[in-house]
């Protein structure tokens, strides 16, 4: 099984996926979610009310409030219930709120990041949450993994992605 299940921008979630979700955490699994979890109805709408709808219990807290500081990049404002704040956020809207959060449950825990990771900050994004998951990580990639760098100057992305059977990218 794996260590740490990331959901990455999962806006819409359906029962029959919480449940199992639900069920992983609580028999020792760890799930980490960043922004919008389940913050849509059926019909692609926004909902009205604090999310994540159907998993506020395995993450231990609600989202009550959303800003978006441009276009894909959120900040949310989170009201813990039984969740930790591992991290705050140092500046903007939401200063001193927290911006990642740690829940026990069951035998498990689910992390919630507050925020949309930029380019900047992914890398440390994911060390923070698997740090706050108990995975043991490093700077060097795993040898099925490739990183492919994108882009110029202003604008660069790293791509991780499989290698081939080969070992080739």
């Known amino acids: 099984p794996s260590r740490l299940v990331i959901l990455p921008l999962c806006a819409r979630v359906p029962e029959s996926v919480a449940a199992k979700l639900r069920d992983y955490v609580k028999n020792g699994g760890a799930v980490a979610a960043v922004v919008r979890l389940d913050d849509l109805t059926p019909y692609g709408g926004f909902v ?17 409030e959303r800003r978006s500081l441009r276009d894909d990049h959120y900040h949310e404002l989170l009201e813990l219930d039984g969740a930790e704040a591992l991290l705050r956020f140092q500046d903007g809207c939401f200063v001193g709120e927290p911006r990642l959060a740690r829940h026990r449950f069951g035998k498990g825990c689910a992390l919630y990041l507050a925020e949309t990771p930029t380019n900047e900050s992914a890398l440390g994004d994911v060390g923070a949450l698997l740090d706050a998951a108990g995975v043991a990580h490093g700077e060097a990639l795993p040898p ?4 492919a760098r994108r882009g110029d100057e202003d604008c660069q992305n790293d791509r991780l992605g499989a290698r081939g059977d080969a070992g080739e990218p």
């Open 48 to 64: 009205t009310e604090p999310y994540p709808l159907k998993l506020k219990d395995v993450f231990g807290l609600a989202v009550n």
């Open 144 to 147: 099925c993994v490739r990183r």
